[in-house]
């Protein structure tokens, strides 16, 4: 049990485009959704919760209007990266928090993301 | 405020015993997980402590003292494939995981 997933497991594209990355929980409802960045040889980095069907909650530094998250569902959230930059280029990865498990975050597999 | 501290790295004899310590400090606390991150992938949940004690699973045990905010996790008969980054991380009053930068064990024959 408690199974995310995450598509796509990798993606490049070019400069200026957007990008969107699902997470979905395959056997359990996820009533939280995060999102974390993380950098070759550094901690991950949370950049937002989201709760179903309200507003993601952005971390400090994180600008929503480039990093734009969608929680539509108990199983769905999406990140898309707009019109994204190189710098942008990391490793993200969701984790997502059921209700029958209310402390434990399971992760998905991580998107890798290199913008040319 | 709450800040949170594990070794940078540590090693390790494969079949030896290895002890991974992650201390923390912070008001509000609602419970201690280990994470075991390969590189170049996604974390994967150890254990979650919310009580004191020792918590057994196989050949990793979680250990957590609330009162001394220290936790550690035992790791037994060390195999090659346990070479990895270990992530502590506790939960606030929030209920938002404040992550450790992660201790990489690295297992040698």
């Known amino acids: 049990g408690a199974v995310v997933s995450q598509h796509p497991s990798w993606v490049i594209c070019k400069s200026g485009t957007s990008v969107k990355i699902e997470c979905r929980s395959l056997d359990f409802q996820a009533t939280t959704m995060f999102w974390y960045r993380q950098f070759p040889k550094q901690s991950l980095m949370l950049m937002a919760t989201?709760?179903?069907?309200?507003?993601?909650?952005?971390e400090q530094g994180v600008e929503k209007d480039k990093f734009l998250i969608n929680h539509a569902s108990l199983t769905l959230s999406t990140l898309t990266v707009t019109s994204a930059h190189p710098e942008d280029s990391s490793f993200y990865i969701c984790?997502?928090?059921?209700?029958?498990?209310?402390?434990?975050?399971?992760f998905g597999p991580g998107t890798r993301l290199l913008v040319l | 405020g709450q800040n949170i501290d594990q070794p940078t790295e540590m090693t390790a004899t494969e079949g030896a015993i290895v002890q991974i310590n992650c201390t923390y400090q912070t008001s509000g606390f609602n419970g201690l997980f280990w994470y075991q991150q390969h590189a170049g992938e996604a974390p994967t949940f150890l254990s979650y402590n919310v009580l004191d004690g020792l918590e057994e699973k196989g050949r990793f045990s979680s250990f957590l003292s609330r009162s001394k905010g220290y936790s550690y996790l035992l790791l037994k008969e060390l195999q090659m494939k346990d070479s990895a980054s270990y992530l502590c991380?506790?939960?606030?009053?929030?209920?938002?995981?404040?992550w450790g930068a992660g201790t990489k064990l690295i297992i040698k024959p």
């Open positions: 984790s997502a928090r059921g209700l029958d498990s209310q402390e434990t975050q399971y």
């Open positions: 989201s709760n179903e069907g309200s507003k993601a909650t952005y």
């Open positions: 991380a506790f939960m606030d009053s929030n209920y938002q995981l404040i």
